[in-house]
């Protein structure tokens, strides 16, 4: 079994920082991309920042500039540093992973619990 833990979120108000984290553990032997979603109330999951196992990053245009993701290959972890935050911000997020437990084997994609972040003006 594997299981993605997040932390790290929080109650913020506007202009300031959070970081988060996400860990995962279980039977892994590689990972792939991973990357942090966020789903506001009323609103679809969408993405906030991925990184692949080389370190190449993506962002969501919303987040770039302010956000930063990062990644520990050999501790399966990955953190998202976010400053200058917004209430427009506030939403659930969540961690992702692609993985597979074995090689040769299928890849699978795993998801965090969730962590709240609420952001106030």
């Known amino acids: 079994q594997v299981q993605l833990v997040e932390s790290g979120g929080g109650l913020v108000q506007a202009g300031g920082s959070l970081r988060l984290s996400c860990a995962a553990s279980g039977t892994i032997f590689s990972i792939n991309g991973m990357g942090w979603y966020r789903q506001a109330p009323g609103k679809q999951r969408e993405l906030v920042a991925t990184v692949t196992s080389g370190g190449r990053t993506n962002y969501a245009d919303s987040v770039n500039g302010r956000f930063t993701i990062s990644r520990d290959n050999a501790k399966n972890t990955v953190w998202l540093q976010m400053i200058s935050l917004k209430p427009e911000d506030t939403a659930v997020y969540y961690c992702?992973?692609?993985?597979?437990?074995?090689?040769?084997?299928?890849?699978?994609?795993?998801w965090g619990q969730g962590t709240q972040v609420t952001v106030s003006s």
């Open positions: 992702n992973a692609n993985l597979r437990a074995k090689e040769p084997g299928p890849w699978y994609s795993y």
